[in-house]
């Protein structure tokens, strides 16, 4: 009797696993079966996305190479692949260097768009608000100056990579504009910010001289001529503190003389 008890039993038990079984192994045979597909997605997309930015590192090289040599057709060639189809990162640096070479070829608003098309692909803050300073640049003496002012506080903020060359720029906006004391008022504030780089600096007390002594269009023509100077190099002086890149870019590759506060007196504009 005992023995014919345990048999129903183990009969029951049986019945109940198998029951169980064929619910939910289809459930486990789709999990596995998702999750070796996710891993073969990821794999998949990791490659492409090696691949990809292999090609785009390959063209872009090209692209410099092909400038060097004074080929700009070539280069052009090479960047407009990057620039559709590259990963994040290159496709923001092909799409600011196509605006530099509309830029040079006397297209400023097709350069400004495109410069505008560079930030919106930036995957970092950094690309992102340079590409947006050189649109600000690039139309601030064309645009109305709300707009250009618009567009120069989008950048300005402790935590912005380049709100120092953002608030250098407002400052010759407003001055462009009229706004004497205001810009006067951003120069001043501006010498006295730290962080700003000897060069900035410099550039700020010579436009509050020009301004105190009457000669405050004379500003931008400063400014303008000292990005053409060249670099000094050791035992040459700059004719004008903080030459800016030969690119134009934002950050200060050239910086004046130590003793340049003795040389160039409050009031004596260089």
Same mark, same amino acid.
């Given at each position: 009797m005992v023995d014919f008890v345990e048999e129903v039993e183990e009969r029951l038990r049986a019945e109940r696993y198998a029951t169980l079984a064929r619910q939910y192994l289809p459930w486990l045979f789709a999990a596995l079966a998702a999750l070796v597909i996710g891993w073969l997605g990821v794999w998949g997309y990791q490659s492409w996305q090696d691949r990809n930015i292999g090609a785009a590192s390959v063209s872009y090289d090209s692209a410099l190479e092909a400038l060097a040599k004074g080929d700009q057709t070539g280069a052009q060639a090479d960047l407009d692949g990057v620039a559709k189809n590259g990963p994040p990162a290159y496709r923001s640096l092909a799409l600011m260097m196509q605006a530099n070479l509309r830029?040079?070829?006397?297209?400023?608003?097709? !350069?400004?768009?495109?410069?505008?098309? !560079? !930030?919106? !692909?930036?995957?970092?803050?950094?690309?992102k608000d340079l590409a947006s300073l050189r649109a600000a640049q690039t139309v601030m003496d064309t645009a109305p100056y709300p707009q250009v002012e618009t567009r120069l506080k989008a950048l300005i903020g402790d935590k912005r990579p380049f709100t120092l060359d953002a608030r250098e720029m407002l400052a010759m906006a407003k001055l462009q504009a009229g706004r004497i004391q205001d810009a006067r008022g951003d120069y001043s504030a501006l010498s006295l910010t730290l962080g700003v780089s000897q060069a900035m600096r410099a550039r700020a007390q010579n436009a509050i001289a020009l301004i105190d002594s009457g000669q405050a269009g004379l500003v931008g023509q400063v400014v303008r001529a000292a990005a053409t100077l060249p670099p000094p190099t050791s035992g040459n002086v700059a004719i004008l503190p903080g030459a800016q890149a030969p690119d134009g870019g934002a950050a200060d590759q050239a910086a004046p003389p130590a003793d340049s506060s003795d040389q160039n007196p409050a009031g004596n504009p260089q």
């Open positions: 830029l040079s070829s006397g297209d400023p608003d097709e !350069a400004a768009s495109l410069y505008d098309a !560079a !930030a919106k !692909a930036a995957p970092n803050d950094i690309l």
